[in-house]
């Protein structure tokens, strides 16, 4: 699976958008662009995954490049609740699976 | 929908001696995975089970660390003896087991270890 690399840390207001970034420059066109979290103390959360298009629900949106060699998390309204370590993670579609989790972004978001 | 369960949720045990930990999967999930996650890294998978049998265990430590999930529903993970770098969260997770994208994994709030 593809490597990726995210800053180690982020801050954010309450109420303002968050966005995280993510570079996957060697992302291939069978892998897929997953996004978790996890908050203090609990097991990961899924959030999003997308393959080439944007895609959102009701937690977040994901913005894929064209070249897909990055995306970007955004946490439209982010709250409190919102702080987190993210971890994005590019995934073989017939990868079993399984998901490599690097060390993530950990984000905070203050009042 | 009940979660993923673990227990317990804490444990500390001295150097050498043994532990054991237990995980109930979401009804009807076929996969299920542990992961060891050391403070301050991300998890890394240990295990990965689908039903009865084991997809993938090349990251699990097989001199010291067992699992079973003998009747493809519950599943308990076994460290004997243990070490001071085993120390860490051990987290249980399941999937419906369908594989392809929208396998989403669901975990379990994780279970503690602290070796002396």
């Known amino acids: 699976d593809a490597k990726t690399t995210q800053p180690t840390s982020m801050d954010c207001a309450e109420g303002r958008a968050a966005n995280l970034p993510c570079n996957h420059s060697?992302?291939?066109?069978?892998?897929?662009v997953y996004w978790y979290r996890q908050i203090h103390s609990q097991g990961p959360q899924y959030i999003i995954h997308?393959?080439?298009n944007n895609e959102t629900n009701e937690m977040a949106s994901l913005i894929i490049t064209e070249d897909r060699k990055s995306s970007t998390l955004i946490l439209p309204h982010a709250t409190l609740r919102d702080t987190a370590v993210y971890y994005c993670?590019?995934?073989?579609?017939?990868?079993?699976?399984?998901?490599?989790f690097g060390g993530g972004t950990r984000l905070m978001v203050k009042p | 929908e009940a979660g993923v369960a673990q227990s317990p949720r804490y444990k500390i045990i001295e150097k050498r001696q043994s532990v054991a930990f237990w995980c109930n999967p979401i009804?009807?999930?076929?996969?299920l995975y542990w992961y060891q996650q050391i403070l301050g890294q991300g998890p890394k998978l240990l295990i990965q089970?689908?039903?009865?049998?084991?997809?993938?265990d090349s990251q699990l430590p097989k001199d010291r660390f067992s699992a079973e999930r003998l009747k493809g529903v519950d599943s308990t993970l076994k460290i004997q003896p243990a070490k001071l770098e085993d120390s860490a969260v051990y987290l249980c997770?399941?999937?419906?087991?369908?594989?392809?994208?929208?396998?989403?994994?669901?975990f379990g709030p994780g279970t503690r270890l602290t070796v002396l």
């Open positions: 997770a399941s999937s419906l087991g369908g594989g392809g994208a929208v396998d989403t994994q669901y």
């Open positions: 060697t992302i291939s066109g069978n892998e897929y």
């Open positions: 997308g393959l080439k």
């Open positions: 993670i590019v995934r073989h579609h017939n990868a079993g699976n399984m998901l490599t």
């Open positions: 009804s009807g999930h076929a996969t």
């Open positions: 089970f689908q039903n009865n049998g084991v997809v993938d």
